[in-house]
């Protein structure tokens, strides 16, 4: 277990929510014509967003946020039933919870796929942004959730954009004392260009196409076959060894940290 060395700002009272009786709070940016309006939902790492410590970076996207601290994939997912959103997104950003609790990766990937499910049949432009790195927590478990998370997506023919990468755990000043949420100064601020970013790409491109069944092949016409006798020695040519392998992959690209490259602040 190791600690962050940055500065977060002291957390403020929040009212409850009636729906799960946790804290929950919501900003909503002022609606500017031309821009498109990008809904985040996540948990605690949006609260400094919601309270105006940390701003957004301007340009054509506007923003809103609903960050319900502590709150695990059913209880977001709760939030998300219940939300009462005045004007509809043009996208949605899920940010997967870290919270789980003691559920095994398994659990924590049911929880999810429900998460999705919710999201995905209220909103039509969904896609998921990946958890900051703990430093409290084991570091192979949240790879293993991470993975999890992914493939949940997938089935759901939703975008899931790793970022895991672009917190690397060496780097200390990312990360409040508590090495759980990330610092005000220099964690925040890759965050939110993180969402920036991702959300951008996902407005400009193309959503996934939902794969296509294979075709049943045509029966083979009946044909006269000769046959062909050979003398002398024959050559076999060499088959494909067994060992030889083809990654196969779905037909959603999983946006990785090249994405990123060159327009983060560093």
Known sequence: MSFGTGF?????????????????????????????????????????LVDGIVAMPEGCLRFGFL????????????EVMAAK?????????????????????????????????????????VFVLDFPTRLSEDLDYQEMLRQEYNRVAVRFNVRYISTAAQFPVKMTELWCRDGVHLSDETGMARLVDLIWIASYLQLESPPPSLPQPPRKPAPPAKTFIPTLVVTGEVRVPRGKSSHDWTEVTSGMRKTTAEDFQGLLRI
């Open 85 to 125: 959103v005045e004007v509809e997104p043009d996208l949605v950003c899920l940010m997967a919870p870290c919270n789980t609790g003691r559920m095994t990766i398994e659990e924590a990937g049911r929880e999810f796929g429900k998460l999705i499910l919710s999201a995905v049949e209220r909103w039509p432009n």
């Open 67 to 78: 960050s319900n601290p502590g709150a695990c994939a059913t209880v977001l997912r709760k």
């Open 8 to 48: 977060r700002y002291k957390a403020k009272p929040w009212p409850v929510s009636d729906i799960t009786g946790r804290c929950q709070k919501s900003f909503f940016q002022e609606t500017s014509p031309g821009k498109k309006y990008v809904l985040v939902i996540g948990n605690s790492h949006l609260r400094s």
